[in-house]
């Protein structure tokens, strides 16, 4: 079982930064796969970014690609997601998600790919 609770959502303003942390409870953290969904009102979920268990590989949206950073740090049990640039469009909830198996490829740019989840924490970009 691993826990997720995010933190680092709020307000901000077009073109400002925030960095989205995701701490992890649990002693196999260094073995998940790590990942950032969002949900915009009205809409599905849909993925941001992924990185697998030693940090040696990323993926992100092609939204987000050039502006959003993930990282994690193994010995805090925990992932980054830092955001720069940030458009009203990036206005969404932002979770954390947790994929067991040493996963990757297409399969953990699906919400089905990942097997925890946070409560997420709410980004609003005004313009």
């Known amino acids: 079982q691993l826990y997720l609770v995010e933190s680092g959502g709020g307000l901000a303003q077009v073109g400002d930064s925030l960095t989205l942390s995701c701490a992890a409870s649990g002693r196999q953290f260094s073995t998940f796969t790590m990942g950032w969904f969002r949900q915009a009102p009205g809409k599905e979920r849909e993925f941001v970014s992924a990185?697998?268990?030693?940090?040696?590989?990323?993926n992100y949206a092609d939204s987000v690609k050039g502006r959003f950073t993930i990282s994690r740090d193994n010995a805090k049990n925990t992932v980054f997601l830092q955001m720069n640039s940030l458009k009203p469009e990036d206005t969404a909830i932002y979770y954390c998600?947790?994929?067991?198996?040493?996963?990757?490829?297409?399969?953990?740019?699906?919400?089905?790919?990942?097997?925890?989840w946070g409560q997420g924490t709410q980004v609003t970009v005004s313009s």
């Open positions: 990185i697998t268990w030693s940090g040696g590989d990323t």
């Open positions: 998600a947790a994929s067991r198996g040493g996963k990757w490829g297409s399969v953990v740019t699906t919400v089905n790919g990942f097997d925890y």
